[in-house]
């Protein structure tokens, strides 16, 4: 399951998609992050996420072989199946800062 964040993403001419790790983010892990409730997140907000995840984690579920994401695109935020590419940059930064990508 994709759960790294992505810097950006490639479209190939067969309409293919391809996020590539990196630092500026605009391809995300078809997920939402939950948070104790407060004056900018509260509990109505994190019902709605848990209800959201589930929805995500049985799209997810129902293609065990494909990764989902979420996209930024000049018009909004897009979900789309991808694949996952290989970014020089994120591990360069790894080498130098010695540490070691997420678990899957």
Known sequence: MLRTMYRGYLWDD???I?????INQSCFAAFLLHARPGPSHDEKLEKATSEIDDILDQVRKSEPNR???IIATPDGLFLVWVSQGKGVEADMLRDIL???PPPP
């Open 14 to 16: 067969r309409g293919k």
């Open 18 to 22: 391809t996020c590539i790790p990196g």
């Open 67 to 69: 990764d989902l994401a």
């Open 98 to 100: 010695g540490t070691q």
